[in-house]
Every structure is written in structure tokens, then in C-alpha cells.
């Protein structure tokens, strides 16, 4: 085939910019079908975004014969249970991260897919970024020299609950499965892996001393890539300030860069001085991700993000956090 016709279960916010209209601007890509249980709501994003059909039932959806690949943007809980059902269908799969609520439903979801033989790939769109993709040329060109070190830092004031009380989903533990390192935090530990291959060994700590909620909000940890590089990391969601960035420390200099701020600058560090480069940010942040796997899927290209490389994150992610 020479298009890749995507369905979406879940036209929620995510869906709006960061990542529904890239399927519709991908080469080789179409957005024919949308699903979300609220069928005004579905219908209402369908007529808005140009979609030409709305359901109100997943299942209709990934019947449609006219929808070749399905998006998943759920909240995680219901991740694997579409992931099951997509595979089913032996429709390829791009899902939003985590793939399931801990390391065993994630586990699951991949050998689902494994099983029967339908790809899976996982929106960390950042591997797709000009970006973070130029940090990894940097580094394979030994711009500050070979890699020793990395350290990671994330740190953000405590969620406060709603009018009515109720907390964010990401601090629920029965629909987060833990605390904000497993959705804000995971997107850093899964560039190291991409720069840095997988992780072999890692020890956590996990606390909660802010009280605010039943999920750890203090993690701190070290661990050791394939490769040999080093790396240590803190994740405070109590903290005064907002902290963001990234590390890494060579044989001949340092290259720093925040990792949710997809606008911020990469600055080079070396003897000859200070450098600090920007790129422009997609209209669309997942649209150039969203690219790489319609290529993958038309035999074009090979997406970054897979299940594979997902589970890799979250097993560290549960390894950090044991003891939470």
C-alpha cells in the first residue's frame, strides 16, 4: 500500500494539536475514523478536524475495513485491553505512553502484539524531534568527546486537587499506577536510552514527603547503560520551582537541554567555548514521529519508538520506584 489509514480510539485533549492533525499532514498518512465514548464529543471532533466518520464504539471502529493502523490515546488503564483488541484485529498499533499500567501490563501488551505478529509502536515523540534527534548526532560525532557521565534533573511544585477535591489523574494510583515520574519523568530516561542503549543495571529510591497524595513524589536514582555511560537522576514533585534539564558530561565538554521544554536550547560546552543551538518546534510535536512510523509501516523507514524500546523504560521506571 502506498497510505496508511489511521483510526484514533480517544480523541481527548492530547489529540487536538500534539498529535491528531499530524496524521492528517504525515506523507502516506489519512485520519479516517475517530472513537470516543461520548459520541457528541466524537462527532463533534470529527466535524472540527475534517474526519470523515465518528463512533461511539471502539469496536466498530477497529472493524472499519477502511482503517489500516489505530492511535490509542486512552488514559493508560484502558491501554492494553485496546492494545488486545487492535492486535486482534492484526491492525498495526501507535500508542500513548506508558503501553499499561506497570511493567507486567506493558509486558503483556508487547507479547500481545508479538504473538500475533502486528507492530507496535509508542508515542515518545521526542525520538522523532529535530531537536533531540540532533543531541544524538552531536554525540555520535564526539562533539564533547566520549560520554562518562548524565545526569538528570526534574523537579516541579505538588498538584493541587480540583474545586471538588479530586486529585489529577496522574497522582491516582489506580489510574496512574504510581507518581509523576511515570509520566513526566519516563520521557527523559527513554532519550538515554536512545542515546545511550539500554540501561543493564539501576538502583531507586522512592519516598513521598510531601503527604498530598498515596503516590511517591521523591525518587532519586543511578544506573549504567550497555555502553558504559554512567548516569544518575532526581525527580522532586514538592519541590518550590520548576527544574528541568539534562546533563551530559564527556572527555571534552558537556551538552545540557531540558527535556519537556521542546522549545528550549541545547548548549555545547567545550574548550573552544560556549555554543547554544535552537530549533524550531512542529506545529504538531508528535507529527514528525508520526511520520517515521507511517514510513515504517510502508517500508520507508524504521520508527524509533517501539514496544521493545518502551519496555525497556518502564522497566527501569518500576526498578527505580521499588520500595514506593
Not at 470516543?36 to 466524537?42: C, I, M, S, V
Not at 500481545?112 to 529535530?130: D, I, K, T
Amino acid at each position: 500500500m502506498d497510505v496508511v489509514r489511521w483510526g484514533i480510539i480517544g480523541c481527548g485533549d492530547v489529540t487536538e494539536k500534539k498529535s491528531g492533525p499530524g496524521f492528517q499532514k504525515a506523507r502516506g498518512a489519512q485520519l479516517v475514523a475517530v472513537m470516543r465514548r461520548n459520541g457528541e464529543l466524537a462527532r463533534d471532533y470529527a466535524q472540527r478536524h475534517g474526519v470523515p466518520r465518528w463512533y461511539d464504539d471502539a469496536d466498530r471502529l477497529i472493524a472499519d475495513p477502511e482503517v489500516d493502523a489505530v492511535y490509542i490515546a486512552t488514559p493508560p488503564t484502558t491501554h492494553v485491553e485496546y492494545i488486545r483488541l487492535v492486535a486482534d484485529a492484526g491492525k498495526p498499533v501507535y500508542c500513548e505512553k506508558p503501553m499499561g499500567i506497570g511493567f507486567d501490563a506493558s509486558k503483556e501488551a508487547v507479547e500481545l502484539c508479538a504473538s500475533r505478529g502486528v507492530p507496535l509502536h509508542v508515542a515518545y515523540y521526542r525520538r522523532g524531534m529535530e531537536k533531540y534527534r540532533a543531541i544524538g548526532s552531536l554525540l555520535e560525532k564526539k562533539a564533547i568527546g566520549s560520554v562518562r557521565h548524565v545526569h538528570v534533573s526534574l523537579h516541579a511544585q505538588s498538584l493541587a486537587a480540583d474545586a471538588t477535591g479530586e486529585l489529577p489523574w496522574r497522582v491516582r494510583p489506580e489510574l496512574s499506577g504510581g507518581g509523576l515520574i511515570l509520566d513526566v519523568g519516563s520521557h527523559g530516561l527513554d532519550l538515554l536510552d536512545f542515546y545511550f542503549g539500554p540501561i543493564t543495571a539501576v538502583h531507586g529510591i522512592a519516598t513521598n514527603q510531601g503527604g498530598s497524595y498515596a503516590v511517591e513524589d521523591m525518587v532519586t536514582g543511578t544506573w549504567l547503560h550497555e555502553s558504559g555511560v554512567h548516569g544518575s537522576g532526581s525527580w522532586c514533585f514538592t519541590a518550590d520551582r520548576e527544574e528541568d534539564f539534562v546533563h551530559i558530561y564527556g572527555s571534552a565538554g558537556r551538552i545540557s537541554f531540558s527535556v519537556l521544554d521542546v522549545a528550549g536550547p541545547v548548549i555545547v560546552e567545550t574548550g573552544a567555548g560556549s555554543e547554544e543551538i535552537l530549533f524550531a518546534v512542529p506545529e504538531h510535536v508528535q507529527q514528525p514521529l508520526i511520520q517515521i512510523v507511517t514510513d515504517d509501516l510502508l517500508g520507508r523507514d524504521t520508527s524509533p519508538s517501539t514496544g521493545a524500546s518502551a519496555l525497556r523504560t518502564d522497566r527501569v521506571l518500576e526498578e527505580l520506584r521499588k520500595g514506593a
